[in-house]
């Protein structure tokens, strides 16, 4: 299983940016898949997640501004960014809660990370 993100890169405050995942591999079944990112200095947190059901969660700093989505028939999850901050900047990971074969449990899988930089 592989994750491969994109979609990172530099914007001034304010603007915004899409980062998109795309898990491949032998899969049976996909939990949740979801955005985290970490700061400088800061252990990383979770940014968004969204379930099986399409049900969003988000954390309380980017309601209202950033967007999680899914494609489940390319395997790909989608973050909008939207009014973003200087504070912002940092390394943002996909991840991915599934299994791989019925006879198996829920696996953690991460994607390598893209950077987004928020200038001021």
């Known amino acids: 299983v592989q994750l491969q993100a994109s979609g990172g890169g530099s914007v001034q405050a304010g603007g915004s940016l899409r980062l998109s995942c795309a898990v491949s591999?032998?899969?049976?079944?996909?939990?949740?898949m979801g955005w985290y990112r970490q700061t400088p200095g800061e252990q990383r947190e979770l940014v968004a997640t969204?379930?099986?059901?399409?049900?969003?969660n988000y954390a309380d700093s980017v309601k209202g501004r950033f967007t999680i989505s899914k494609d489940i028939r390319k395997n790909t999850v989608y973050l909008e960014m939207n009014s973003l901050k200087p504070a912002e900047t940092g390394v943002y990971y996909c991840?991915?809660?599934?299994?791989?074969?019925?006879?198996?449990?829920?696996?953690?899988?991460w994607g390598q990370g893209t950077l987004v930089t928020v200038s001021s």
């Open positions: 991840n991915a809660v599934l299994i791989r074969r019925p006879d198996l449990g829920p696996e953690t899988y």
């Open positions: 591999g032998s899969i049976f079944y996909i939990n949740t």
């Open positions: 969204i379930n099986h059901g399409s049900t969003p």
